[in-house]
């Protein structure tokens, strides 16, 4: 049986070996959207949410572009292309495109909503 540091160190040098660039990219901004989250939520915890809308509007932008990212890093992953599928068509720029329109249509929302 293997150790839970022996797991990670494995976990680690696959993901380096195996996932491709781009992706190692899209995961990095993943990481920063979720810290960003995250550290609005324990601020307000800690101080208050005092202006409610702000901290809402805040707090929902960095989970909508999570989510919104999540759904571009599986377009973008080759591993989830089916070549038999006739309807599933690979295309990153249009991946990106999508991505890039619905991040305005959020902030447009959000931006809204803070009123």
């Known amino acids: 049986m293997i150790s839970i540091s022996e797991a990670g160190k ?8 195996t996932v491709p660039y781009h992706l190692k990219v899209i995961d990095a901004f993943l990481l920063y959207v979720a810290f960003t989250a ?3 939520f ?4 800690l101080v208050g949410t005092f202006p409610f809308n702000a901290f809402l509007a805040g707090f929902f932008s960095c989970m909508g572009v999570f ?3 999540v759904c571009l890093r599986m377009q973008m992953n080759p ?3 089916n070549p038999l ?13 999508e991505w890039l329109f619905c991040n ?3 902030h447009i ?3 809204n909503f803070i009123g």
């Open 109 to 111: 929302a959000v931006i």
């Open 10 to 17: 494995r976990l680690i040098v696959h993901y380096k070996s």
């Open 67 to 69: 989510v919104l990212t």
């Open 85 to 97: 599928n006739r309807w599933q068509k690979f295309n990153p720029a249009r991946a990106f495109a």
């Open 104 to 106: 305005l249509i959020l």
């Open 38 to 40: 995250a550290i609005q």
């Open 79 to 81: 591993h989830n292309q």
């Open 42 to 45: 324990v601020y307000a915890l």
